[in-house]
Antibody, heavy 123, light 109 residues
Framework: EVQLVESGGGLVQPGGSLRLSCAVS????????MSWVRQAPGKGLEWVSI????????SNADSVKGRFTVSRDNSNNTLYLLMSSLRAEDTAVYYC????????????????WGQGTLVTVSS | SYVLTQPPSVSVAPGQTARITCGGD??????VHWYQQKPGRAPSLLMY???ERPSGVPGRFSGSNSGNTATLTISWVEAGDEADYYC????????????FGGGTKLTVL
């Protein structure tokens, strides 16, 4: 059974940092690209970051470029999102999602999602 | 970057057919994928490559894609279909490899 379990969310002050983790099981993690997708309260889905299967290629949405860094540890089946210089508008549930492709630059979609972890940026 | 446009809401009576559109420039040349998100739950894959259903998705759900509009069709709508629906495409050669539409809330009257 495929499982994606996010952790690391919580309350953080504006300007602060937080690292999210996504522990996966049930599939060969190193074969697939992975993404972070967020959803602000009452809003739609927003793709945030993607990393290739090997970790050598990444891309970030304009809204988080220069502030968020996606990485992965294929030996421990874990995806990470390091978030810095956090703003109120980064408040959202953050989901990790498994891509059906290895490369971030081929057409793909998300076949499995975690349950999400809530990040609240507030003083 | 590429923009996907969905109606914010669609309402339909039980047993009727709901059609949720996803508009984009020449979207018919792209693969479109759909996700369903029920209240308080994570999204789940509902349709991929325009009209392919993952195992477990009822045949009442179908998809099409042509020209500037992709459409998710739900036949014989049930109360349990009430959810938010999102379309998604890829931009292979850009800084935004995965793009979502704004989402459509389906209300079953």
């Amino acid at each position: 059974e495929v499982q994606l379990v996010e952790s690391g969310g919580g309350l953080v002050q504006p300007g602060g940092s937080l690292r999210l983790s996504c522990a996966v099981s049930g599939f060969t993690f190193s074969t697939y690209a992975m993404s972070w997708v967020r959803q602000a309260p009452g809003k739609g889905l927003e793709w945030v970051s993607i990393i290739s299967n090997s970790g050598d290629t990444t891309s970030n949405a304009d809204s988080v470029k220069g502030r968020f860094t996606v990485s992965r540890d294929n030996s421990n089946n874990t995806l990470y999102l390091l978030m810095s210089s956090l703003r109120a508008e980064d408040t959202a549930v953050y989901y990790c999602a498994k891509d059906v492709r290895a490369s971030i630059y081929t057409s793909g979609h998300f076949d499995y999602w975690g349950q999400g972890t809530l990040v609240t940026v507030s003083s | 970057s590429y923009v996907l446009t969905q109606p914010p809401s669609v309402s339909v009576a039980p047993g009727q057919t709901a059609r949720i559109t996803c508009g984009g420039d020449n979207i018919g040349s792209r693969n479109v994928h759909w996700y369903q998100q029920k209240p308080g739950r994570a999204p789940s894959l509902l349709m991929y490559y325009d009209s392919e259903r993952p195992s477990g998705v009822p045949g009442r759900f179908s998809g099409s894609n042509s020209g500037n509009t992709a459409t998710l069709t739900i036949s014989w709508v049930e109360a349990g279909d009430e959810a938010d629906y999102y379309c998604q495409v890829s931009e292979s050669s850009s800084d935004h490899p995965r793009i979502f539409g704004g989402g459509t809330k389906l209300t079953v009257l």
